[in-house]
Structure formats: C-alpha cells, structure tokens
C-alpha cells in the first residue's frame, strides 16, 4: 500500500494563478482532509470530507475549494493565489467506526510558494 | 471552543535522560487525544492515542503519555531520550462539532543532543 499520496510536491505560483492539488489514498478511508502547516501555528485544518459525496469547511476555508472525486481522491483547488497561502499543505485520511476516532494518515505533503 | 495547548515551542534534553513534551486541551464531553510525530520535510506520523480506558498509553518508538482529566492534560513522556527522537511534535484533540477532524496544538521541537 501507498497510503496517501499528493501531487505535487513543490509548486511555485504567482499571485491570480490557479491550481489543484491532489491526493489519493488506497486504504479505503472514509474521511479525508486538506490542512496547512505555516511556522508556530500547527496545522490547521481547511476542508474535511466524512465520507464520499459530503465536504465541510474547517477553520481556514477562504480561497479554497475542494472535490471529493470518489472514495480515494480529494483535491485542493487555489482559485486565485495569494502570497498569504504560501504554506505546505498535507492530506490525510481516516476510518472513523461507530463514532470512534482512528489515527489520520498523513501524506508527504506539497510545499508551495505564491510570488 | 475546543482547544489544545503546547506551552513549549522546543525542548531540550541529553541522549539517555527521560523526556517530556507537554500538552493541555479544552473541550467539551469527553477528548479523544493524539500525538503524532513529524520528522524534517515529512508528513506527520501516529505515535498514539487516548480515547478511553488505561490512562497511561503506550506507542510507538518507546513513547507514552498519561491522559489526567483533573488537569485536562496528556503529556508525552519517554524514559530514555535518544537522538534520533529530535523532531517536531504535535499534540491533537478530536473536535466534536467538525466530526472526525483534529485540533492541532502549535508543535513543540524535540532536539537530544549526544
């Protein structure tokens, strides 16, 4: 098994320039998750799927969407980048049974610069 | 509003004495807490979790944490630093109100030195 997996690893942008970060995860989750890391703030959460067909907001939404494609896939989509999104950007996965949390599994992460 | 707290940003300790990386949390009913462990330009890694039961937890790599509710706190401990353990850690509580997601404290580095 892979586990999650993000593409790309790197990307530099240059602010009102668009694009979609992807993850997979072959572990058949449910639930998938878009987070940021920037320095001395943790990771802090952008939009979480429970599961095939539902999306939610997390903490930091704002200029972001985001696709749950099917069971394995979730993407990130920068409509128009801001040098305030500069971070590096983890998903994650987890299969929550009856109400009880399971450890996230975390991708490598995608590390992007917007100039 | 659900929370947890690292208080400190980096913590240093000498190969072979006993660590500690505290957490704190706030949160309503019940917490599911976590620690995971995150190596230079790498995901995060599961090293356990307390969701009820035993209040101390053993993980992975040798680490524990003891989860003591009068003092809403789940500190990671370990014995016997060794050098390798150097890494940022974080400590995460389940967020009721957003499902299943995780509230993430700020990260506190671990560096042992030989």
């Known amino acids: 098994n892979a586990g999650v997996t993000q593409t790309p690893k790197f990307q530099v942008l240059k602010t009102g320039q668009s694009m979609t970060l992807q993850c997979a995860q072959d572990?058949?989750?449910?639930?998938m998750y878009w987070y940021r890391q920037d320095p001395g703030m943790g990771l802090r959460l952008i939009y979480y799927s429970a599961s095939e067909g539902t999306t939610d907001k997390g903490e930091v939404p704002n200029g972001y969407n985001v696709s749950r494609l099917n069971k394995r896939e979730f993407s990130l989509r920068l409509e128009s980048a801001a040098p305030s999104q500069t971070s590096v950007y983890f998903c994650?996965?987890?299969?929550?049974?009856?109400?009880?949390?399971?450890?996230?599994?975390f991708g490598p992460g995608t590390r992007l610069t917007v100039t | 509003a659900q929370s947890v707290a690292q208080p400190e940003d980096q913590v240093n300790v000498a190969e072979g004495n006993p660590l500690t990386v505290k957490c704190t949390y706030s949160?309503?009913?019940?917490?599911?807490l976590f620690w995971y462990v995150q190596y230079p330009n790498r995901g995060l890694q599961f090293l356990l979790k307390?969701?009820?039961?035993?209040?101390l937890v053993k993980g992975s790599y040798g680490f524990e944490a003891e989860f003591n509710k009068s003092q809403t706190s789940f500190h990671l401990n370990k014995p016997s630093a060794l050098v390798s353990d150097s890494a940022l850690y974080f400590c995460?509580?389940?967020?009721?109100?957003?499902?299943?997601?995780?509230?993430f404290g700020k990260g506190t580095t671990l560096s042992v030195s030989s």
């Open positions: 572990m058949n989750h449910n639930s």
């Open positions: 949160v309503s009913g019940n917490p599911y």
């Open positions: 994650a996965s987890s299969d929550p049974t009856s109400g009880i949390p399971h450890e996230q599994y």
């Open positions: 307390y969701i009820t039961g035993d209040n």
């Open positions: 995460a509580v389940r967020a009721n109100q957003a499902g299943t997601a995780l509230i």
